[in-house]
Every structure is written in structure tokens, then in C-alpha cells.
């Protein structure tokens, strides 16, 4: 089995978070069940990478994934005994035929499956969904779409050609590595290898498992956002929404789609005319079951119901006299323009309590308290711009969104045992608050086998200036020549900046701390 030669990246997909598909449902006037005790089922869960984490944060819920790789199952299992969580269960089982009992699930993930298996096998993934979904659940599929994947699939045509006649997984990953190596340089001008230039670039971006499970996989057929509509109505099953909701708003459009758009007979036909002008490559679709969807397009004022959250960062002077832009910088250091000053104010106090969540009521309030004791008070009253910009900034995945509140976690000098078993499986991240990813590097592994609550600043200092000594790689890392009391002034300044980013993310302390 070639998943066993070479193993999933089992990493975390925020889009999955039982938070962010109760929070979509709740925009669409559906009232999911309380992700904080509720019961998911993940369908080729691998190791598990996306699943545990779920259960670490969701301690009061209960997760069962499946996959059919007893080697990335074995992993999970031996990533669950190490961090102690017990509502989280791996099981080695077939879509085909797995039985998932009497009791039914609030959410069902199926991320990097439909597209990547046979047709009886897609038509089981979505029997078994039919099944097994709760009647107010939300159900996570994820599938290439046509008509983009197929300029993908011209890049994976030249690679399986490349490979051609190597039956060993490793090899044929070595090959196809290599002959995009050689095909990237060699690519003259034009729209096409524009397009193969960008797509190398995104692989070369990815673990190198991306390549092979999703270029070099046995199966990968892309289908019509239509057809998977039709495909999940077989079984009970209706499309609700998309996790990235800036996709269906017609809006974003230019001016010229108008006339195509307007003759679109229903939600269904609108989305996929939609596909086509934007050559959509892929989705990722929440379903509910049939006769629970209502028509329509989520509306902001339902935000009212949510809490939210985000990492962008605020300038360090806002004008809240004015509709004036403010930028604010995403994770990835793109800046975004925010004019209203109660959205300004908004996301600072987001910035500010992160990873807490907050009511947006709680959020509103305490916005136009501020933009009015600056002496702005008809500027503090135009709430209904407040939650338009935030409405826009969450479809664009800016915001994070959870339907309730929840207790602040409190930095400590103990990182949480997940998070420490990851580290001492050598992982390459861990996974915080908010199912993001947190990338690890040696001396943030080392850093978080030592917070176990036993040693203050000054010995965390101490403790990593004599692992340095004693590792090579993290000598390496911090450089050959770096002695004495500088070696201490970096090991002082790099401690100082991790504790930082893991408090941020949620790490130390909080919820699940071991």
C-alpha cells in the first residue's frame, strides 16, 4: 500500500474545526450541535494529525477516526497513549464497509478522500455520511472540481508519464521530484508555462507527500460541482455552504458575469456557473441533510450568535475620527485595509485577547464605547457597518468564528501534553488553539520538552544552553561559533520570543493541560 511507503503529512485543517462548520451552519440559520460536546467521525484520518487535536481541545467530546493504513493508525495510537487523551479513538476500517453504529455523528470529516478513490468508494463515503449524520449535523467533504483541475491534471499526466514503469513508491516519488526539478527551468514564455512555473512552485511548498498522494495517486478524478450535488442527494444529503465563503458571493465577480449569473435557475446552477468563470479547482463543501438547507445567502446579521477571533495585527496608531484606511497585517504579512473605526477598534481588542474568542455583542458594545469617549458618537452608533466589515473579513477567513464564547486561557510555564508529545516525536509542529499549524524547529522541540511546569525562565535558560552543548544539530542551528554569554544572550531572547508565540497559540496553560 503505498500510503504505508510513504506516509500522509497528517497536519491540522482548520476548516474542519467542529467550531468553524457549527459557526457557517449558524450564518445560514442552521442551529448545529455544541462543538464542546459533540461527536465527530473522520474518514481517512491517517495518523490522526487533524483528528487529536480536535480532541485536545474538545476534552468533553468525542472523536472515532478511520483509515485503512494500520502503519498511520498506529502512529495516532501511539500519539494518543503519549498525551494522555482519551475521547479520541483510531481504528483500522474500510469506508467500504464500516459500520459506525446506532449513535449518530454532529460532524463527519472527509478531507483529501472523494476525488482520490474509486467511484463505488465515493458512492459509499457519501452512503455511509447519509447514515450516520445527525439530523441538525454538518458534514465536511472535501473534492477537485472541474473545470480547473483539469490544467492540474495536464501537470499530472507529464509527471505519471515521467514514472512510468517504476513500481516502487519511493522511487517514483525521487523521479517525479526530480523531472519537475528539470521541467521548471526549461519552461519558455506564455500563459501556459506561466501557469506549470506557479503550479511547481506550490508543490515545491507542500510536504513532499502532497506530490505523491494527490499527482501520483492511482485515482484522482475531478468532478463537477453539479454532479457531487446530485451524488449527495442520492443520500439523503444537501449542499449547505463552503467553508471559504467569499466563494459564493457573486459580488466578487466582474461586471460582465452579470448576464451569465442572472440566468442561473437555482443556488445550485449560480455556484457552478460561478466555477466555471472563476476555472475553480477545488472545494471544500459542508453538507446537512435533505430538507434542512434553506436557500439563501448567510447574512451578517447572524454574526450576533458567534464569537470570533483573529491574528491580525493592528497599526500602532489608529485614527478612530474618520473612515480612513488602517492597515492591518495577516500572519502571512499581507495588509489588509479596515476603514470604520469600530471595526479598527474591534479587531484590536480581537488582537489583544487572542486565542480567547469573543461574543460578538460583547464586542460591539465595547467598540462604540471607545470610538464615542474619542468624540465620535454617530460614528459609534453605525453598528450595521461593524458587522459588515466583519461579516466580509470572516468569508475571507480573516476572522475565526466559534457559536460561543469561552474561558481565557492562562499562560503558563507548562505546555499542554499534547503539544509536548509532539515535540518528542520529533514532529515538524504542533497544533494551537485554533487548529492552526505551529511549526517546530529544533530548538522550539527542545524548548517544549522542557515546559512541563518544573522550571521557571531562568532554568528553561539554563536547560537550554546545556542541551545546545550536548546536540549537535541544535549547535548547528544556533551556530558554531556562538559562545558564553552571547550564547546565552540568543538562548535568552529565542526562549523569550517562543514562550510568546506558544502562549499566543494556546500551548501553555488553558484548556487541556496536562
Known amino acids: 500500500m503505498s500510503y504505508e511507503a510513504i506516509p500522509y503529512h497528517s497536519t491540522p485543517f482548520p476548516a474542519t474545526h467542529p467550531e468553524h462548520l457549527a459557526a457557517i451552519a449558524r450564518l445560514f440559520a442552521i442551529d448545529a450541535p455544541d462543538p464542546r460536546h459533540c461527536r465527530v467521525l473522520e474518514l481517512g484520518a491517517a495518523s490522526g494529525g487533524n483528528l487529536i487535536p480536535l480532541g485536545h481541545y474538545l476534552p468533553q467530546s468525542r472523536l472515532l477516526g478511520i483509515d485503512l493504513s494500520p502503519g498511520q493508525v498506529a502512529a495516532g495510537q501511539r500519539l494518543l497513549q503519549q498525551s494522555g487523551i482519551g475521547n479520541v479513538e483510531l481504528q483500522v476500517a474500510d469506508v467500504l464497509d464500516f459500520d459506525p453504529g446506532a449513535e449518530r455523528f454532529d460532524y463527519i470529516i472527509a478531507h483529501g478522500l472523494y476525488s482520490w478513490v474509486p467511484a463505488p468508494v465515493r458512492e459509499a463515503l457519501l452512503a455511509l455520511m447519509g447514515r450516520a449524520l445527525s439530523d441538525r449535523g ?6 477537485n472540481t472541474l473545470p480547473g483541475w483539469q490544467m492540474r491534471g495536464m501537470l499530472r499526466e507529464m509527471v505519471l508519464d515521467t514514472v512510468r514503469g517504476e513500481p516502487q513508491p519511493e522511487r517514483r516519488l525521487a523521479l517525479a521530484r526530480r523531472f519537475l526539478d528539470q521541467l521548471y527551468p526549461a519552461l519558455g514564455a506564455g500563459l501556459h508555462a506561466d501557469y506549470l512555473r506557479e503550479e511547481i512552485r506550490r508543490i515545491r511548498a507542500h510536504h513532499p507527500s502532497y506530490l505523491f ?7 484522482n478524478e475531478p468532478v463537477l460541482f453539479r454532479q457531487f450535488v446530485a451524488a449527495a442527494a442520492r443520500h439523503g444529503l444537501a449542499y449547505l455552504a463552503d467553508s471559504e465563503l467569499h466563494t459564493m458571493f457573486p459580488e466578487t465577480l466582474e461586471e460582465g458575469a452579470a448576464p451569465l449569473l442572472k440566468e442561473a435557475t437555482d443556488a445550485i446552477d449560480l455556484a457552478q456557473r460561478m466555477d466555471f468563470l472563476v476555472n475553480r479547482n477545488f472545494r471544500q463543501s459542508l453538507l446537512c441533510r435533505s430538507g434542512l438547507a434553506r436557500e439563501g445567502e448567510a447574512q451578517p446579521d447572524r454574526l450576533m450568535d458567534l464569537a470570533l477571533h483573529t491574528t491580525l495585527l493592528p497599526p500602532k496608531k489608529i485614527d478612530l475620527h474618520k473612515l480612513k484606511a488602517a492597515p492591518f497585517t495577516a500572519a ?9 473605526p469600530l471595526t479598527k477598534v474591534a479587531l484590536s481588542l480581537l488582537y489583544e485577547r487572542y486565542p480567547q474568542a469573543m461574543a460578538v455583542a460583547e464586542l460591539q458594545q465595547l467598540a462604540a464605547e471607545q470610538v464615542a469617549s474619542a468624540g465620535e458618537p454617530f460614528l459609534a452608533g453605525q453598528t450595521e ?13 480573516l476572522v475565526g468564528a466559534a457559536p460561543q464564547t469561552e474561558t481565557a486561557p492562562l499562560p503558563s ?5 499534547l503539544a509536548r508529545a509532539q515535540a518528542a516525536a520529533g514532529s515538524d509542529h504542533t497544533v494551537g488553539r485554533h487548529h492552526t499549524t505551529v511549526q517546530l524547529d529544533p530548538f522550539a522541540r527542545a524548548l517544549l520538552g522542557l515546559l512541563d511546569g518544573t522550571r521557571d525562565r531562568a532554568a528553561l535558560v539554563d536547560a537550554m544552553v546545556q542541551r545546545i552543548a550536548a546536540d549537535a544539530e541544535l549547535r548547528r542551528l544556533v551556530g558554531e561559533a556562538v559562545e558564553g554569554e552571547r550564547l546565552r544572550r540568543m538562548v535568552v531572547a529565542n526562549v523569550e520570543r517562543l514562550l510568546t508565540t506558544f502562549a499566543r497559540h494556546g500551548l501553555l496553560g488553558g484548556v487541556g493541560t496536562g
Open 385 to 397: 457597518h461593524l458587522e459588515a466589515e466583519l461579516f466580509g473579513l470572516l468569508a475571507h477567513g
Open 332 to 340: 502571512n504579512g499581507q495588509r489588509h485595509d479596515i476603514y470604520h
Open 138 to 143: 454538518i458534514a465536511y467533504i472535501s473534492y
Open 413 to 417: 510555564l507548562c505546555a499542554h501534553r
Open 213 to 219: 498522494h494527490e499527482y501520483l495517486a492511482p485515482t
